[in-house]
Each structure stands twice: as C-alpha cells, then as structure tokens.
C-alpha cells in the first residue's frame, strides 16, 4: 500500500530513488507521471498515486509527454520478491500474455485465472489483461519511433488485431495517434510502396538507476565470454540469442557506464538484429537481465554500506551488479562445468558444446542449412580445451553470466489481448537505420533438448560432468524444471539439489544469475573462499544474515575483491 505523504515528498523532491516505484497521476489535467518528472509539482488535492503505468491508464490517465513514464526503470521490488504477484509482473513483462493468454500464464504459475487476477489486482491495481495491454502499447510506440516500418506494419508486428485497436491503444495510452507520434519523434516514414522489413536492425537505449560498474560488468563477461556464443570487443559485448520466433544477434555498448565521467548519461546502447521483430520485447527483456539494469544500487549501497568487510569494497566499486543471462539453461551448464574445470578451460568447453551441438545464425545458418552441427571432434574454437575436466578438477572462481533467461515460448492462444508478440522495455530508438551488430558469435548455445542425449565425453568433458550436464538438459527438457526469471525460486534450487553431480555453492550462484535471486549465497563457495581467508564458512554464514536481502551482491562484492584484500 503506497504511502501518499512518502510519495508527495519523493514526488516533490524529484528523488531519484523512487523512480520507478510508484506513478503520480494529476487529476487536473489527466496525465501521469513519473515522481522524477520536472514539471510544476501539482497541489496535494489533486494527485493520485499508482504502483504501476497500467493502473493509471485504467483509471483514465495518459503518459505525460515530458518524462516518458514508459521509458523509466521498473521498480525494483519485482525482482526483489519472489512471490506470485512478482512472478506473474515479470512473465507479463515478458510477454506470456501475448504468447500464452492469460490462462497460459496461470498455468504456469500453478493457480486459477481468477485467483492470479484477483491477486494482481489486490497488488498493482489492475489484473493481468491490463498490464499486457500496456506492454503492448510500448510495443508500437517503440516501433513507430523507429521509423523503420509502415503503421500498418507496425499495429501487427505489436500484436493489434486491426488498425482501428491500433490506433485507440496509441491514442489512449499516449493522448496521441501514431500517426502524431511518429511525426512528433522525427522519425522517417517510408513512402515508396515498399514493404519495409519486419526484422530490421534497431538501435536502442536502455535506461538504468545509476551509479553502473560498467567496467566491472565488461570485464565479468569478457573473462567468461564461451567462444562462438558471445565476443567482447573493448566496451562492447555481442551475442547470439534463443527467441521465441527465431534468433537475434545483440550488441550492448557499455561506454558510457565505463567512460569515468562524473556524470556519464544513465543508459547502455542495444543493437538488434532479429529474425522476427516480434521477438523484440524478449530480445530487450534479456539484455536487461543480463546487465542487472533494474537493480537498486542507492539500496544496496544502503544495507552493505556499513558492514566492515563490504563497506570498503562498496565504495571502491559503486554500482556494481549481478550479471544475469539470456537463458537460464545455458547458465546453469557454465556453473556446472566450472564447478569440474577451471574458468578458462572451462569457456573453452563450452566452446566445443556450441560448437558441436548449437545451431548456426545469421550467415552462418545460410551456410548450414542442417541447422545442428552434431559432435565435431576437430571443432575448438577457444583453443585446445586441455585434459578432460574431471571430478577432481579444481573450481574456477565466479559464476558465468551472460547466458539466457527465458523458456522459449509456445505459440499465441485465444485469451490474451493480443497476437503472438512482445513489448520492449527500453527508453527511446536513435540512429533510425543503423547498421546491423558487428559480425561476430555465429552460434546459439545448445539447446536443453541438443545435451539431453549428447556424447559429452567426446568433447572433452569427464564422466561426472557431462552426466551433471546430461541430467540437467534432461529435467529442463522434459519440464520439471525451470531456469528463468519467472521460475520459482525454492522450487527451482530444490530441483537443482536434486539433481546428481551439481555442488549446493553451484546452485547458489545459478539461483542467482539465472533465476535472479538477489539473496542467493552459499559459504562454501570456492571463490568467496580465497576472500574469507581463515574465517570458518559457519562464521561467514552468520555475518551474512546481515547482508540480507542483497546477499549476491555481497557475493559479487567479495568476487571481485582484488587479490591483497582480507576480512
């Protein structure tokens, strides 16, 4: 329940650390707005507050034109909690309503459509239709803003039954038609009776809370960069990505989060190019996940701050974050192969899975036809891989991250507001008709369904870890268990626990960067080991209690300590 003295005084002192917590509605003049935006502050009789954009909308409200209330960060809190209000707002962020209907959510949740909506409801103000209307809307106006397609294009690509919703969706949410919209944005409308493609380039800008370690995330990835999936090249990261109606290629520029300046602007530039520009909404989502972009750092800063042993290293490194994934499968085989290998050894092994059981993208593809390559021996593409990794291999420290996050999702249902698509989560579109992301990874990560069966051993793996990789392909594939954002937390690392030749440490650091449990920790870890030094991990489990409920970022905290640091 929002606090409306708390609110009108963050609203009114443009506190940043409420952006995206909460929405201010201006009864006077019917737009919403966010709590940081720079217009006059309203009087008190005549404001509303809304946790979500949706529920303003309901109530009759369109997004103010100044503070892009739709371009702001998501409240953190969602990712924070991990009940079923919290699941269900990031499977709808995601798109599942468009995909599966509102049933197809439910199910997934494991409760009735009456008792998710009335949940919802109870929540946010409004049940699961509503907030997958809204996504949609963002949908089309990232389109629209891109220039790149015909409005006839773009009310289908967002999932628009006929131009007519198209249009009173736009108007509604925006107090503007698509047409204004795009005329308003400068962006370009193709004239010359060509149908533009659908699958184009785009160029993005995610927005974040600042401060972001932008070189801490670069360096994360490049030191566990899996040949062929993924490349870093300075500041800029590159992946193949999983979607739900093809794949895509992203490339993320951090420059402006490691550029140094005192204030560098609060966003990370996104390239895209996909198979399907419906897939734009699960494109964008992951590359969010990916680089923790809704993280709360002012409240991380806020609970480690003080701890004698993190305090320090906050300081040294403000806006540090968890490096989430593109899909939650491939995370969990890199955590497993690191719990037998080495990092580097293990990257290069992972490089042979790509390389013998991924399936080619983009050019790549056209020159592989036959989709899955199969097991090649010769195939290396991170070098010699070593002895095979065995069970007394030593653990290399950290987790990987940069994989994926989502399930790939069924086709659309009768049920949802819309057809097969999803909406984007990022702030604005600029460089209308930019080029498509450097050529680079060329390969997805192997399916679930790809390892299930695989001879792992052949691509140097040792008996126990490429049974751990087989048993967890084989659970993910068959659907006891899931690895995205959505999942169920304690169910998912129970699962985990479960399964044969995969370390509870191990599971930890998936629960964290893959199902993005902000308190995910285990003491035994071999990389908080060299940190901890002589402090026995029963006596690191009890100073942690303190750290909660940001324990994975005390992780990342203690990861990245340099190398003469001690407690």
Not at 448 to 468: I, K
């Amino acid at each position: 329940m929002l606090d409306f003295h708390i609110c009108y005084r963050a609203m009114a002192s443009r506190d940043a650390r409420f952006d995206g917590a909460f929405y201010v509605a201006v009864t006077s003049t019917g737009v919403y707005c966010r709590p940081v935006c720079g217009s006059r502050t309203p009087k008190r009789e005549n404001v509303r507050f809304f946790r979500v954009g949706a529920a303003a909308e309901a109530a009759g409200f369109r997004a103010c034109r100044r503070c892009r209330p739709e371009a702001g960060p998501s409240s953190p809190e969602w990712n924070v909690r991990g009940d079923l209000v919290a699941r269900a707002l990031r499977l709808i962020a995601s798109g599942a309503v468009d995909e599966a209907g509102v049933a197809g959510v439910a199910r997934q949740l494991a409760v009735s459509e009456r008792h998710l909506h009335r949940q919802l409801v109870a929540e946010v103000g409004v049940g699961p239709l509503a907030l997958a209307l809204n996504r949609r809307a963002q949908t089309a106006r990232l389109l629209i803003e891109a220039g790149a397609l015909p409005l006839t294009d773009v009310a289908l690509a967002a999932g628009y039954s006929s131009i007519r919703q198209f249009n009173d969706g736009v108007r509604t949410a925006f107090g503007r038609s698509p047409s204004e919209l795009r005329k308003g944005g400068g962006a370009r409308t193709p004239h010359d009776g060509r149908r533009a493609q659908r699958s184009g380039p785009l160029a993005l800008r995610l927005r974040y809370r600042p401060p972001l370690n932008g070189t801490a995330l670069v360096t994360w990835l490049r030191n566990r960069a899996v040949p062929g999936v993924e490349e870093v090249d300075g500041d800029r990261y590159r992946r193949t990505l999983r979607l739900p109606r093809g794949s895509g290629v992203a490339e993320l520029d951090l420059n402006s989060a490691t550029s140094g300046g005192r204030e560098p602007v609060p966003e990370v530039r996104l390239r895209l190019s996909l198979d399907d520009l419906r897939d734009i909404t699960a494109a964008v989502r992951r590359c969010r996940d990916l680089l923790d972009l809704d993280a709360d750092p002012a409240a991380v800063a806020d609970a480690l701050g003080p701890d004698p042993l993190l305090g320090p290293l906050d300081r040294a490194t403000p806006g540090l974050r968890v490096p989430g994934c593109a899909e939650g499968f491939e995370l969990a085989v890199r955590v497993v192969v690191e719990q037998y290998a080495p990092r580097d050894e293990a990257r290069r092994l992972c490089g042979r899975l790509a390389a013998g059981y991924g399936e080619p993208v983009g050019p790549a593809a056209e020159a592989d036809p036959g989709g899955e390559a199969g097991p090649a021996a010769e195939a290396d593409p991170g070098g010699e891989a070593g002895p095979a990794a065995g069970a007394g291999s030593a653990a290399g420290a950290g987790s990987a991250a940069g994989a994926g996050s989502g399930q790939a999702a069924r086709p659309g249902r009768e049920g949802g507001p819309g057809r097969k698509t999803r909406s984007p989560r990022a702030d604005s579109v600029h460089d209308r008709g930019a080029p498509a992301p450097a050529a680079g990874p060329t390969r997805l990560f192997p399916s679930a369904a790809a390892l299930a069966a695989a001879d792992l051993t052949a691509l140097g793996l040792g008996d126990q870890p490429a049974a751990a990789v087989r048993a967890l392909a084989r659970a993910v594939d068959g659907g006891t268990l899931r690895l995205g954002r959505d999942a169920d937390r304690e169910e998912a690392t129970a699962r985990l626990l479960a399964l044969p030749g995969i370390a509870p440490w191990a599971v930890q650091r998936i629960a964290a960067h893959a199902l993005g449990d902000p308190d995910a920790f285990s003491p035994e870890d071999p990389g908080l080991r060299r940190v901890a030094g002589r402090t026995a991990p029963a006596e690191l489990a009890r100073r942690a209690r303190g750290w909660r409920p940001w324990r994975s970022y005390a992780a990342m905290h203690l990861w990245s300590a340099p190398q003469d640091h001690t407690p």
